[in-house]
């Protein structure tokens, strides 16, 4: 239980164009999903987070028109990467927290990843 | 602001050979704190979480403490296949469900 997945699991464009990662919570429903960016060797640093419905919150320093975030049901979030730059390349990482029935859990659970290179 | 730091920054171990990694933490408030392995190129797994000072949880290999100022993670008679990244993640009264990470440690475990 609590799969998340993420498509694709790498990306490779050319600078200025947008790419969307999809992330979804397999066989639970998310309340709320976050989503991560990791560069080489470093832990991961929240850039956003969304619940079903609503607009997301950005951590400071993230820019919200760069990183469209849409959370349109309680199994799927979106990350648009626009206008994607040399700098956005990056290892992009989903969560969801799980909620089953009435219990909304406070774990984490882990998309694979997507890798996103900008040339 | 919350702070979390976990050390040692890498760690080899010979297989059979025990440790612990430390995760100390200085929050305003602790809700949580969890415990994750991440392997190289894929997202972080679940391990732990712990909610209370005295607190342990164990899995195999793995036995998690907490404290008020620290955690660690225990691991006893290690295998190859427990290389990976350990992180330590915290969740605070004030920031909702949000996670605040350390840097990992990087365990090698080799034969």
């Known amino acids: 239980g609590a799969v998340v997945s993420q498509h694709p699991s790498w990306v490779i464009c050319k600078s200025g164009t947008s790419v969307k990662i999809e992330c979804r919570s397999l066989?639970?429903?998310?309340?709320?999903m976050f989503w991560y960016r990791q560069f080489p060797k470093q832990s991961l640093m929240l850039m956003a987070t969304?619940?079903?419905?609503?607009?997301?919150?950005?951590e400071q320093g993230v820019e919200k028109d760069k990183f469209l975030i849409n959370h349109a049901s309680l199994t799927l979030s979106t990350l648009t990467v626009t206008s994607a730059h040399p700098e956005d390349s990056s290892f992009y990482i989903c969560?969801?927290?799980?909620?089953?029935?009435?219990?909304?859990?406070?774990?984490?659970?882990f998309g694979p990843g997507t890798r996103l290179t900008v040339l | 602001e919350d702070q979390v730091t976990q050390s040692p920054e890498a760690l080899r171990l010979q297989e059979g050979e025990s440790s612990s990694l430390n995760c100390s933490y200085t929050?305003?408030?602790?809700?949580?704190l969890f415990w994750y392995r991440q392997d190289p190129g894929k997202g972080p797994e679940f391990l732990f979480t712990?909610?209370?000072a005295g607190e342990e949880k164990e899995k195999e290999r793995l036995k998690a403490t907490l404290t008020k100022k620290e955690s660690f993670l225990h691991i006893t008679a290690p295998k190859p296949e427990d290389s990976a990244t350990y992180l330590c993640?915290?969740?605070?009264?004030?920031?909702?469900?949000?996670?605040?990470f350390g840097t990992g440690t990087r365990l090698q475990v080799t034969l």
């Open positions: 969560s969801a927290r799980a909620k089953i029935g009435v219990l909304s859990y406070n774990e984490q659970f």
């Open positions: 712990l909610y209370s």
């Open positions: 969304s619940n079903e419905g609503s607009k997301a919150t950005y």
């Open positions: 993640a915290v969740q605070t009264t004030g920031t909702a469900s949000k996670l605040t």
């Open positions: 066989d639970f429903q998310a309340t709320t």
């Open positions: 929050v305003s408030g602790l809700r949580g």
